[in-house]
């Protein structure tokens, strides 16, 4: 495993401990993986580190948290010489259907897709779009008083819950029928911004309401969370939906069995993420 103390990587991780699952993961920080890992210290971008992680394992989980993919060719190469079968956590933002991605997000991960496909190894992507995570980027406003600032309010998005995209993931890395998939994965709901605070401040139990700005002060915000090319796709993205939301799809049900859950359900399980940044 690559990225074992990210928000997908732990949920994934976590999954796989509770299957019996043997588990090696490659960690710059041994002491913030779970107890009954196998940890391999080291930078999942040097390819010595990941051939030593990968050897003997069937599968791997691999996640690309780089801004472009300047090295990508030597990891998967590293990858394929010690696993058969690799799970990748790309993008929404990747259209099949474009030589030249039109954002970075969706460039470098498309450019990692292609190193896999052409290493020979046996692939499945993971492509969802937004995190319900993200909006954990509202936190500042939220500590700040009951307005959350930002453009593009009436944007509808797909929020995805990143216990769903592990639950996919797992399937992927230890059942057979998903390979070759590009499963785009998303929340079973559209909600616009707007909305997305509302519901926040009724998790909190308090009127948040969100307060409309320009394309430019969103960019500002963004740039705050973001590094300035990410901040730009981003952005990007945003106005991008307007008016021509992503449709929910059902893959997280077809492939697990179980509905995606709603952003309700997320904030349930992660209002203490509110409150306890806010102590």
Known sequence: MTGATGNVGSAVLARLLGAGVGVRAVSRRPERVPVGVEVVRGDQFDPDVVREAADGTDAAFLV?????????????????????????????????????????????????EGALVESGVEWTFLRPHGFATNTLAWLPDILAGDEVRGGFGDVALTLVHEDDIAAVAVKALVEDGHLGAKYVLTGPELLTRAEQVRLIGEALGRPLRWVELSPEAELEAARRWLPEALAEAFVGGLAARVGDPVPPTRTVEDVTGSPARTFRQWLADHVDDFVRRSA
Do not use: N
Request: net charge negative; no cysteine.
């Open 64 to 112: 690309w948290p780089a801004f472009s993919a300047d090295g990508a060719r030597e990891v998967v190469a590293a990858l394929a010489a010690g696993t058969s079968r690799v799970v990748f956590l790309s993008s929404g933002a990747v259209d099949d259907s474009r030589d030249v991605q039109e954002s970075v997000i969706g460039q470098f991960h498309a450019d990692v």
